[in-house]
Nanobody, 122 residues
Framework: QVQLQESGGASVQSGGSLRLSCAAS???????MAWFRQAPGREREGVAA???????TYAASVKGRFTISQDNAKNTLYLHMNNLKPEDTAMYYC?????????????????WGQGTQVTVSS
């Protein structure tokens, strides 16, 4: 059983930076990992993914500003967010799955965290 716990969300001003963390319990070494977000009144969207082969995928809206990384020794996934914009405001969720089929930003993930809130003010 895998459990995921996000942290690092905060309120920041436009142009600021944050680093989100997702601590995983259980063996996620060979899992696909991803960050999703959901703003009020909007559908959940995939933001960044790290596949089992080490490849990364980013949503067009965050490419060049966000970086996904993983520390296997700490079993922790990160999302480094730079040049934050008000439209990045959302609840951010960490997700994990043992599979690697289909688009990593739209596939079904088996495990989800509770989320951490990011608010960006202009």
């Amino acid at each position: 059983q895998v459990q995921l716990q996000e942290s690092g969300g905060a309120s920041v001003q436009s142009g600021g930076s944050l680093r989100l963390s997702c601590a995983a319990s259980g063996d996620t070494y060979s899992y696909s990992m991803a960050w999703f977000r959901q703003a009020p009144g909007r559908e959940r969207e995939g933001v960044a993914a790290l596949d089992t082969n080490g490849s990364t995928t980013y949503a067009a809206s965050v490419k060049g500003r966000f970086t996904i990384s993983q520390d296997n020794a700490k079993n922790t996934l990160y999302l480094h967010m730079n040049n934050l914009k008000p439209e990045d405001t959302a609840m951010y969720y960490c997700a994990a799955d043992p599979g690697a089929d289909n688009d990593p930003l739209t596939r079904d993930y088996s495990y989800w965290g509770q989320g951490t809130q990011v608010t960006v003010s202009s």
